[in-house]
Every structure is written in structure tokens, then in C-alpha cells.
């Protein structure tokens, strides 16, 4: 008897096998009927982090930022660090850093000492269009003992990720590698909202010449 | 009574293998198919200490993808360490896409098939050393940095970025036609004799 194509019930689309594996074509979704492992509609980036204080920036002075526009959702998969200290020691102190998102209402101004090619998102694919991410840029400082300025404070949130080390020595270096984003598990990313951001702030205490976060935040964009 | 499931596009039926299951291939509602045979899958050495102050934004280690398939670059292991005289310094490599040109100079990398059955890679030059000449070389803005301190000698760092998911092909860093990757000795910094980098880069091309 000649083969049956099986029909959607909600369209007239047909389900297709593949000449030469003989497969047909699935889709994985969950029971909300949301797609797993759905490919951005708009694309996949990296911002590096490259700070190194040449001043005591002060505790609390957000040192980093980049905010979502108002068309996607950015879906953060990973945060790759190594935070570094080659300054003097400090006895009994820890330096580090917090990451907080922050809601609507503010961004941070373009106020960094450095070239500006240091500032835009990078595409992991060239053909990808340009990120979603606010002005296409991130901002950051790290030359003065005051942060980013902003041009109304948004609220922020409280700290999501600690990252801490000690300065009793110095040469300290740390990894700190956060892979968000597991196999068919989209919702294990960290998500900024539209118009939402993040920021890397100094904490706990002010920072000290020569303390450093290197690295990059690798993100999608549905 | 058993029927056989016929494509709707074609006159392809379905497998049922002897195990009792249905074949099936994964893809995405927009039509890609997620985990696509790859053509090959390589790796090549990263292998450079300084013996000079290679000056800010020395570019020391870079691949070129030739004309006809992608690379879909899935690991960057990246060690740094530092036997040189300590410094107050953290020093920075930049991970870089570029175009336009080929580098020159430094000495060739050999790309090794993870399975020697695969043919030849597509990587069109592959080399580090140097540094390398970039003459007409466009490069992007960093996409990746990775610092050490040098402020006491004898430091190392493994910095292991795993691009890649199951599933989620599109996670990789993409070198289309004629793109290059690039490591470059930071913006910020020139290189210290004794700081060095090594470890591979691994890819797939499709």
C-alpha cells in the first residue's frame, strides 16, 4: 500500500522525511508548546571585559555596563572572568566585584577613558545584524575614582553574582566561569528584558591601582 | 494493518530501524537543522612565549578560513603564564575576528583531523610568531580578553571558553568565507618578555 503522509492538524503543511537519512523532521517543545533550543531571531554576541583600575575607584561605583534595547530579550549564556590583582598587598582584604540588573530608566553615559573600538558588541556570526544592545555599545571605566555616570538612576537590582579575592598577596588571579545556558534549557540563561541592563560594580570595598576583571559576557538575542 | 509514512515534499518514506524506532533529525522552526554533519573538525596549536616587548597590538597567532565552507570555532583554550621580571602590570591578549588580508611571517601552524579520516581543512593559513605582519589586515574590535598579573613571576592561568552546545550550533564564533581569527597582544599593554600563551582552538567546518 503507498506510504500515508501525515498532515498538521492545524495547517495544510505536510511532515517531511529526508531522502537520505529516511528521517522525518522534528522540533522539540516543551509542554507550554514553547520551542527548546529555538535559534535567535536576532543573534549571537560577545562584549569583552577588559578593566584594570588605575585609581581607587570608589565601592559601589558601577564600572561596567550595557543595556538592552527596547526590541528583544537578551539572553545571557555565559560570563567569563579572571579577576586579577598586581598591585601592592593589602593584609586582611578581599577585593572584587558584584553584578546587578538594573530595570528601566537610566543608562549609563559613554564616559571611558579608552578608544572607542573597545566598546561595541562583537557578532559570532559576521551576517548577523547589529546587536539589539542600547546605542550598540557597553560602557565602562576604570581611570578614575568615580564610575560610569548615568543620565537618571535606573533601580537596581540586588547583587545576582559575588566575585571576591584576596589582596594579602599580591598576583592574585581567579577564574571565574559562569556557563548559564545548558542543552535545551533556554530558560537557564540570565535574561534582560527590554530596556533592561547589567553592570559589573566594584564592592566590596573601593578598588585598588592595579585590580582587574578580564574577560567576556557571551549572549543571544531572541 | 501497517501503513508506510511518506514524505510530504517527496516520495521518501520513513525508517523504522530494527530497534522499533522512528528516525528523526532536530531542527528549528525557521528550517535549520539543529547538529548538521560537519565536513571535518580540527584542532591547532597555540604555542608563543615573547622574547621581546612586542608593542601594543601585536597580533601573534592567526587563522584564515578559506573560500568555500564555514568554520564554526567551538573551544578556545587559551593558557597564559608569565617567567619573566615581575611588573605592576596586568597584562591582556585580545581574541579578534578579521578580513580583507592574510598575515604574514611567524612560522606555519600544522592543523591536526581529530579523526584522520576527515579531508583536508578549509583553514585557507594558519601561523604565530612574530609578530606577525598585518599589512591591509582589517581587524573587529575585541571579542574576548584574557589578563594575568604579572606582579610576581612565575604566574599561569588556563582560560577554557567552551563556545559550543549541543543543539545550538549557532552558539559557535563563525569565520565566514575568507574571515580570520586573530590573538593580538592587547590595546592596553605591550607584551613582557616571558609572557607567553598556549593551549588550541578547536573547530568544525561545514
Redesign the interface.
Known sequence: ???????SGATS???????T????????YDTAGI?I????SGG?Y?A???L?HTAATAAGSKVWAMRNGNTKTMRI?TF?F?L?????AIPATNLGYSIQRYGTGGSANANNS??D????A?K????YSASTLAGGVFDYKDDATTGLTWTSNPTFETDAIVLRFPCS?????V?F?A?F????ESFSCFELAINEGITILVNPVAAII?Q?L???I?W?EV | ?A????????S????IDSTGA?????????G?E?NAPVSGSYLANINFRHTAADAANSTMWTMRNGATKTVYIRTIFLTTAFDGT?????L?Y?VQ?FTTATPTGGSAITIIKKNNSFGASTVADIRQGGPLTTTSVVF?????????????TN?I???????D????T?????L?AN?GLAIRV???QAAVIGWGMYGFVEWHER
Open positions: 500500500m503507498a506510504g500515508v503522509t501525515v498532515q503543511d505536510l511532515l517531511t522525511i529526508d531522502a537519512s529516511k528521517a522525518f523532521r522534528g522540533t522539540l520551542e533550543n529555538v535559534t535567535p549571537a560577545t569583552p571585559i577588559n584594570r549564556r567569563f579572571t586579577g590583582f598586581d598591585g601592592t579608552l578608544t573600538r573597545n566598546r561595541s562583537i559570532k556570526r559576521s551576517s598577596v599580591t598576583n592574585t588571579v577564574p566561569n556557563y545556558l545548558q542543552t535545551n592595579g582587574s578580564t574577560g567576556f557571551e543571544d | 494493518m501503513v508506510t509514512i511518506k514524505s510530504g515534499a517527496t521518501d518514506e520513513l525508517t522512528a528516525r528523526f533529525t532536530l531542527y528549528d522552526t525557521a535549520n539543529l615581575a611588573a605592576a602590570s596586568t591582556r585580545s575576528r573587529e574590535n575585541d571579542a574576548m580578553t584574557f589578563g594575568m598579573p604579572i606582579s610576581v604566574g592561568i588556563w582560560n577554557q571558553v567552551y563556545l552546545q549541543p543543539n545550538q549557532y552558539a559557535n564564533f563563525e565566514a574571515e592587547n590595546s592596553a
